[in-house]
């Protein structure tokens, strides 16, 4: 069974700071991992994902993320934060592409931006 | 104009009621999933189906049904045996092991 912990149900950050937003997962086979973006009372919109082609992934909106083996992580970022991106994050593991039999979600991290 | 659609977008459930969600996608995507989102739980998997007329549970089954009689359809039925149904539920679909795109969600609440 495969499992995310993410790190910080809340993370604050200034308004053109770093963005980090921490995942960590658990599987017994490689992995296939997403980060999924939500704002308020709406669906889920794709930002990345990685399907073992390369380790460093980029996405939209300037978000990347880079799978660490090693570390088990696969960790948000984005050089300069906007106010826009103020939302909520998930991170997300399959073992089976893009998750035929169902992803499995981190609990997320609500993004807030401060002027 | 592709994409998939929930309904409604806000349900109000009485006790002992059974309530259906509607979840219509024209992606042409062969599966089709429902999750349930708790404020600070994520979301958790109640059903998936992979092909017409097969469906599978997921973590979260009890309590809810669903039928996939349509490629473009899987309804969500909330029974009465789900005994706190109050939460946010979202459709997804997605074509073979690709990417799940999702629906815009309905907010089920219990009066």
């Known amino acids: 069974a495969q499992s995310v912990t993410q790190l910080g149900s809340h993370v604050s950050v200034s308004e053109g700071a770093l963005v980090l937003l921490r995942c960590n997962y658990s599987s017994s086979v490689p992995p296939y991992l997403f980060w999924y973006v939500q704002y308020p009372n709406q669906g889920l919109q794709l930002l990345l994902k990685y399907t073992s082609a390369a380790t460093l992934v980029k996405g939209i909106n300037g978000f990347e993320a880079e799978f660490k083996k090693s570390e088990t992580s696969f960790h948000l970022t984005k050089p300069s934060a906007h106010m826009s991106d103020a939302a909520e994050y998930f991170c997300a593991v399959s073992v089976s592409g893009g998750g035929a039999d169902g992803l499995t979600f981190g609990k997320g991290t609500h993004l807030i931006i401060q002027p | 104009d592709g994409g998939i659609t929930q309904s409604p977008k806000y349900l109000f459930r009485k006790e002992g009621q059974n309530v259906t969600l509607s979840c219509e996608q024209n992606l042409n995507h062969d599966a089709m999933y429902w999750y349930r989102q708790d404020p600070g739980q994520g979301l958790r998997l109640i059903y998936y189906?992979?092909?017409?007329?097969?469906?599978q549970k997921g973590d979260i089954a009890e309590g809810y049904s669903v039928s996939r009689e349509k490629k473009e359809s899987f309804p969500l039925t909330v029974t009465s045996a789900q005994k706190n149904p109050t939460a946010f539920y979202l459709c997804?679909?997605?074509?073979?092991?690709?990417?799940?795109?999702f629906g815009p969600g309905t907010r089920l609440l219990v009066l």
């Open positions: 189906s992979q092909i017409v007329n097969d469906f």
């Open positions: 997804a679909s997605s074509w073979g092991f690709e990417t799940q795109y």
